[in-house]
């Protein structure tokens, strides 16, 4: 009985997941929107055009923004702040970002590196290879965490790992928070003509950016020298 339960639950995530990508990619060709996931302008105008129903829309932006996953999503979480407000533009983006990340960690384990290999260059996956071989919780947690980090493309990886799917959305959505929170807010602070806050805001997400990358090459080269010592043990017991 468990087992059939958890075949159909399989089958129906699996149709579910199909159906959903499937519409996903019809609209993203069929509107253009990359144009306006990219450019902030008009995607504020295009999302404020499906009033009363612009929240469902800014959560479907942000669940296209994560799948596409070369897209940035800096620009989605300031529209958020903008058009709805820091607190409501969070909670939707929260939403947004939270699906889509599962979305991109299911159809990455269902369909495997064959699927990532399409939306992520092999040269990239390969050097994540300590996510795909081990569980990698902490250290996803604060690649998560620091921004500018490409967020969207680590959950495809994270798809392939051991890590399990509940704390991949513990990860992933507690991650995603800080910066999320941040850029509704720059938002919110622009469309209140509060400028100060608005600088102030900005300077500090600039400076958060910058520490960002630095911080997570110093991370990945950590990495990638565990990951040498590993291999040349392996090699070293094999010989």
């Known amino acids: 009985m468990s087992t059939n339960y958890q075949l159909i639950k399989a089958i129906v995530r699996s149709i579910f997941l199909i159906l959903m ?8 060709q069929h509107y253009n929107l990359h144009i306006y996931l990219t450019n902030t ?12 129903y612009s929240e469902i829309v800014f959560i479907f932006f942000q669940i296209i923004q994560v799948l596409f996953a070369p897209i940035p999503g800096e620009a989605t979480g300031f529209m ?19 699906l889509g990340s599962w979305a ?5 384990r269902i369909f495997g590196k064959p699927l990532v ?23 996803s947690f604060i690649l998560f965490l620091i921004p500018g980090f490409p967020k969207d493309m680590l959950c495809y990886i994270l798809g392939l790992s051991r890590m399990n799917l509940g704390e991949f959305m513990i990860v992933s959505s507690l991650g995603r928070l800080l910066g999320t929170i941040l850029l509704s807010a720059i938002g919110a602070s622009l469309r209140s003509e509060k400028i100060i806050v608005f600088f102030i805001l900005l300077i500090l997400g600039g400076l958060m950016f910058i520490w960002g990358i630095f911080h997570s090459k110093a991370i990945m080269n950590k990495l990638h020298r565990k990951k040498t010592r590993n291999d040349d043990k392996q090699n070293t017991a094999m010989s």
């Not at 990508?21 to 993203?28: C, D, K, P, Q, S």
Request: proline fraction near 3%.
């Open 80 to 98: 958020g702040g903008f058009i709805f407000g820091a607190f409501p533009g969070a909670i939707y983006s929260t939403i947004g970002l939270s």
């Open 104 to 108: 991109a960690f299911i159809l990455a």
């Open 21 to 28: 990508i499937t519409f996903a990619g019809y609209l993203f």
């Open 41 to 52: 302008e008009k995607g504020i105008r295009f999302i404020n055009s499906f009033r009363p």
């Open 117 to 139: 290999e399409r939306i992520i260059k092999t040269k990239t996956i390969d050097r994540y290879n300590y996510f795909i071989e081990q569980r990698g919780t902490y250290i």
